[in-house]
């Protein structure tokens, strides 16, 4: 997101913390209101919109301040042996094997699977969500769980406001402004979880996801919000942190990010080196987070092919990239990590890999 709309959604999200005074005194009601009128006047002056298009932001903010409150109450309820939080309606119970040291689970056939915690978290991108015994699984694995749904539900509101600011205003060029509300009702329909690019994406994503979770790979994936999607050319961020040695034998710790813009087309390769070339030299004027980007040219023609496998198999534990070979995700993940990790790093990582996914689970 632009920065200035980040400083702009901390001030409201301030103020939404903040609430109505206990006892709504009249005085102290009218200071808050004219508190909030005075923010709304200078984020529309900061992102060039009008007021109405703030009253929207602001509302959708008070919505995830309550996503907050719902998760430190789930957390809270977590610590309480007497409490146990309850699962949504269209949730899969889970249950964790201290012996398999894996999760069990039906799949939508109502068979028995197993699953790794990377495969229960991962699940989140392709719509499938879990209710976690908390009597079998680990603390801190509920805890986990429950902070990245809440986060992803929270990831969802961002990219409204983001869309809101930069569409009801004059701060973007047109071009930008129906590329955000593309992508904007593509998501409202759901004909972009259709897509063989969007597929592609989350599959090759979420390989390295579970590198991270299950392999204890030395970096994490970062989502892109809809801002680094459309104006930064980033669909998601490799986020590495390094520690160095100094000459006084003091650990120094370097973070670094790495947007990685994915596409499945070879026919647009230079096109995409353009546009993310521009976005570099933007970067550079920006004081943000992301180091480099890195243009990612992956075809993978069989996309629709493996959700749909997926999908009739009973949409097991994983998504769609269980049914990718072990030499494709061995591909996919040394082509995409090659330049972040070192050749004995990359090597480590998929050792560890194969012993937790070997072939045997692969291509059920």
Not at 308 to 320: D, S, V, Y
Request: with cysteine.
């Amino acid at each position: 997101m632009r920065m200035r709309f980040e400083k702009d959604l901390k001030s409201f999200s301030e103020l939404v913390k903040e609430g109505p005074p206990e006892n709504e005194e009249a005085e102290e009601m009218d200071e808050l209101l004219r508190v909030i009128n005075w923010n709304m006047k200078k984020a529309a002056e900061h992102q060039r919109t009008g007021i109405d298009t703030q009253k929207k932001i602001y509302s959708i903010q008070k919505e995830k301040q309550l996503i907050v409150e719902q998760l430190k109450e789930k957390l809270a309820c977590l610590d309480n042996p007497d409490c146990r939080n309850e699962g949504e309606k269209e949730d899969r119970p889970a249950k964790f094997d201290d012996l398999e040291d894996a999760f069990t689970y039906e799949d939508d056939k109502n068979v028995k699977r197993e699953a790794t915690f990377g495969e229960i978290m991962t699940d989140m991108d392709w719509g499938i969500y879990y209710h976690l015994d908390e009597r079998s699984v680990p603390r801190l694995m509920v805890k986990k769980y429950l902070v990245e749904r809440a986060k992803n539900n929270l990831r969802k509101l961002l990219d409204i406001q983001i869309i809101k600011s930069e569409t009801e205003g004059n701060i973007s060029h047109k071009l930008r402004k129906e590329a955000y509300l593309t992508l904007f009702r593509e998501k409202a329909s759901g004909k972009e979880k259709k897509k063989a690019g969007f597929i592609s994406e989350k599959m090759v994503k979420n390989i390295l996801k579970k590198m991270n979770i299950d392999a204890d790979a030395p970096f994490q994936v970062k989502e892109s919000d809809v801002f680094q999607d459309v104006d930064q050319k980033i669909d998601f961020i490799i986020h590495r942190k390094e520690k160095k040695r100094g000459v006084r034998v003091e650990e120094s710790e370097t973070i670094k990010d790495v947007g990685i813009q994915f596409s499945i087309n070879p026919g647009v390769t230079e096109k995409k080196k353009e546009q993310v070339e521009r976005a570099k030299k933007e970067l550079k004027n920006e004081n943000g987070n992301i180091n480099d980007i890195v243009l990612v040219i992956f075809p993978i023609k069989i996309a629709a092919e493996l959700r749909e496998k997926w999908e009739k198999g009973g949409r097991l534990a994983g998504g769609p990239d269980k049914y990718l070979g072990r030499d494709m995700r061995k591909k996919i993940f040394t082509d995409l990590i090659k330049n972040i990790l070192t050749e004995e790093e990359v090597a480590a990582c998929w050792s560890r890999y194969e012993k937790k996914f070997p072939d045997s689970r692969e291509g059920l």
